[in-house]
C-alpha cells in the first residue's frame, strides 16, 4: 500500500531556531499535502493544504510566514517551523493524496520541542 | 461549516468484549466518512471510509461502521475487542466535492483502552 515517510520523528530545538520537517510519499505521486498540528489530548487541526507547484492555502490563523510549506515535487513536502518558540511545541503530521485517487495516507508525525 | 462530535472521549472495556465508539457530524453538503486509528507517537492509520454504496463499511482488523444519513452517524463498532485495539480513534469527514475537496475535519477523538 501506499506509504509517507516523515522525518524526522522527534526533534528538539532552541527557541529562535529553525526547524524542517519533511514529508515524502514513497511509492505513489501526492498532487496534494496536507499538514496538520496536533496539540496534546486533543484532535488535528489542519494548518494548510499544498499542491505540488503552487502556493499552499493555510487556514485562518495560521501564520504562513511562520510555517513554510514547500511542495517542489510531486513526493516530497516540507513544513519549515522558523525562529521557533516553546509554544510551537507539538505533534505535526503529514498527509498525501495520492493522484486520481480518493486515497490519504498519514506520516508517522514529528514531535518538535522547542526549549 | 462542518464539524464532527464524537461523543465519548473515553471508552473502558474489557477484553473480548463488543465495544461501539460513536460519531455524529454536520454538514450542509454531501460528505465522505472516515475512521482512523492513532497509536501513541504515531501517525494516523485508515481503518475504514464511506464514499458511497452500502452503509455498512467493513474495515481492517476486524472494524466496521454504518452511516446513517438521517441521523448524520457514522458509528464504529467491533464484535469482539483484543488488548491490541487499546488507542485512540478519529472520525473524520470531508466534503464530497467542491473547493474543499480533500480537507478532513476530525473530531476530538476516543480513546479507546481495553482491560484484561
Known amino acids: 500500500g501506499a506509504v509517507v515517510s516523515q522525518h524526522p520523528s522527534r526533534v528538539i530545538c532552541k527557541s529562535g531556531t529553525s526547524v524542517k520537517i519533511e514529508c515524502r510519499s514513497l511509492d505513489f505521486q501526492a498532487t496534494t499535502m496536507f499538514w496538520y498540528r496536533q496539540f496534546p489530548k486533543k484532535s488535528l487541526m489542519l494548518m494548510a493544504t499544498s499542491n505540488e507547484g503552487s502556493k499552499a492555502t493555510y487556514e485562518q490563523g495560521v501564520e504562513k510566514d511562520k510555517f513554510l510549506i514547500n511542495h517542489a515535487s510531486l513526493t516530497l513536502s516540507t513544513l519549515t517551523v522558523t525562529s521557533a518558540h516553546p509554544e510551537d511545541s507539538s505533534f505535526y503530521i503529514c498527509s498525501a493524496r495520492e493522484a486520481g485517487t480518493y486515497g490519504y495516507t498519514f506520516g508517522s508525525g514529528t514531535r518538535l520541542t522547542v526549549v | 461549516a462542518q464539524s464532527v462530535t464524537q461523543l465519548d472521549s473515553q471508552v473502558p472495556v474489557f477484553e473480548e468484549a463488543p465495544v461501539e465508539l460513536r460519531c455524529n457530524y454536520s454538514?450542509?453538503?454531501?460528505?465522505?466518512l472516515f475512521w482512523y486509528v492513532q497509536y501513541p507517537n504515531q501517525g494516523l492509520q485508515l481503518l475504514l471510509k464511506y464514499l458511497s454504496g452500502s452503509t455498512l463499511v467493513k474495515g481492517i482488523n476486524g472494524f466496521e461502521a454504518e452511516f446513517n444519513k438521517s441521523q448524520t452517524s457514522f458509528h464504529l463498532r467491533k464484535p469482539s475487542v483484543h488488548i491490541s485495539d487499546t488507542a485512540e480513534y478519529f472520525c473524520?469527514?470531508?466534503?464530497?466535492?467542491?473547493?474543499?475537496?480533500?480537507?478532513?475535519?476530525f473530531g476530538q477523538g476516543t480513546i479507546l483502552t481495553v482491560h484484561p
Open positions: 473524520a469527514i470531508s466534503n464530497a466535492g467542491g473547493t474543499s475537496y480533500g480537507k478532513l475535519t
Open positions: 454538514s450542509s453538503v454531501s460528505v465522505y
